[in-house]
């Protein structure tokens, strides 16, 4: 099976191929359509197994529609690193979408998270 099957719009599925990915993994197959009809889902899989493309792609197809440039999905992630980790692969998969993401987390200058909001920003991946 590949990505083709979910009808991702092709600014998502751009992103997919520029990510190199061909055939969605077990976690994606399971969690990618119960997410893009909106339903929680909770899922555990080793680690590599593209957990968070399975989540960041549906989040991406449905933040295509509708208003830009405020927050429309919270991420929350235990560690900065994570925090950090998620971001990149939403705005890496996101890439062709024009979809904003950023990082919000303490210990650092809260200056540039503040004009980032200000900005406008779509997703926002954060450690409490």
């Known amino acids: ?41 909770l899922g555990l899989a080793q680690t590599g197994t593209g957990k968070t493309a399975a989540f960041a792609l549906p989040i991406l197809e449905r933040l295509r529609q509708g208003e830009r440039k405020h927050v429309r999905t919270l991420v929350l992630a235990p560690t900065r690193e994570l925090a950090e980790q998620i971001h990149e692969a939403i705005r890496a998969l996101g890439k062709k979408t024009r979809i904003s993401s950023m990082t919000l987390y303490g210990g650092v200058n809260i200056r540039p998270q503040i004009q980032s909001l200000k900005k406008g920003v779509d997703v926002v991946v954060a450690c409490p």
């Open 1 to 41: 099976m590949s990505f083709e099957k979910f009808s991702f719009h092709p600014e998502v599925m751009a992103g997919i191929r520029a990510s190199n990915y061909v055939d969605p993994t077990s976690i994606q197959e399971q969690a990618i359509p119960p997410i893009l009809e909106g339903k929680d889902v």
